[in-house]
């Protein structure tokens, strides 16, 4: 699986947009874009992936440039109850059952009031 | 969402007893669970993969005889810590993959070495 890097920490103001942006310059054809997020303590929760499209659900969005080397996950108004670490990760397709997800070091978002 | 349980949630144990985990996937069968460790400012690491019925795989460096993995059936899979010792405090992460091959993460479980 290709390997992704991601800003170490970043701060957002409550109520404001955070974009956390991925680097995943070695992804090749057949790998997805996921982001999961771990608040403290507890364990990872899914919040979006995409191939090349890019995706919108009830957390996030997902953009992904048309090179697909690089992703940005927006969370469109930040809360106090989105600080955590976000892991972007890049695995096959799901249909394939070798895929596994390797987690890097994640970027640390602190929400601040 | 599909639903995956840990127990315990945490376990306080002396160094050289065993320890076991369970993960359980509550809604959804799982063919194949996995189990991460996380030790604390760091991410997790993948520890094996295990299939239902089959032996479980190791990633590199996990020493199978320490860490006894069974995955019995299809909703249910146990990490055992055999002879634990203060260095493998952390917190155990299984995550279970559904049919459509979608994987979803249980809880954790802390466990303190004493």
């Known amino acids: 699986d290709a390997k992704t890097t991601q800003p170490t920490s970043m701060d957002c103001a409550e109520g404001r947009a955070a974009n956390l942006p991925c680097n995943h310059s070695t992804i090749s054809g057949n790998e997805y874009v996921y982001w999961y997020r771990q608040i403290h303590s507890q364990g990872p929760q899914y919040i979006i992936h995409g191939l090349k499209n890019n995706e919108t659900n009830e957390m996030a969005s997902l953009i992904i440039t048309e090179d697909r080397k690089s992703s940005t996950l927006i969370l469109p108004h930040a809360t106090l109850r989105d600080t955590a670490v976000y892991y972007c990760?890049?695995?096959?397709?799901?249909?394939?059952?070798?895929?596994?997800?390797?987690f890097g070091q994640g970027t640390e978002l602190s929400v601040k009031p | 969402g599909a639903v995956v349980s840990q127990h315990p949630s945490w376990v306080i144990c002396k160094s050289g007893t065993s320890v076991k985990i369970e993960c359980r996937s509550l809604?959804?069968?799982?063919?194949?669970m996995f189990w991460y460790r996380q030790f604390p400012k760091q991410s997790l690491m993948l520890m094996a993969t295990?299939?239902?019925?089959?032996?479980?795989?190791?990633e590199q460096g996990v020493e199978k005889d320490k860490f006894l993995i069974n995955h019995a059936s299809l909703t249910l899979s146990t990490l055992t810590v055999t002879s634990a010792h203060p260095e493998d405090s952390s917190f155990y992460i299984c995550?279970?993959?559904?049919?459509?091959?979608?994987?979803?993460f249980g809880p954790g479980t802390r466990l303190t070495v004493l």
């Open positions: 295990s299939n239902e019925g089959s032996k479980a795989t190791y």
């Open positions: 990760i890049v695995r096959v397709a799901p249909s394939n059952q070798g895929g596994k997800l390797i």
């Open positions: 995550s279970a993959r559904d049919l459509i091959n979608e994987q979803f």
């Open positions: 809604d959804f069968q799982a063919t194949t």
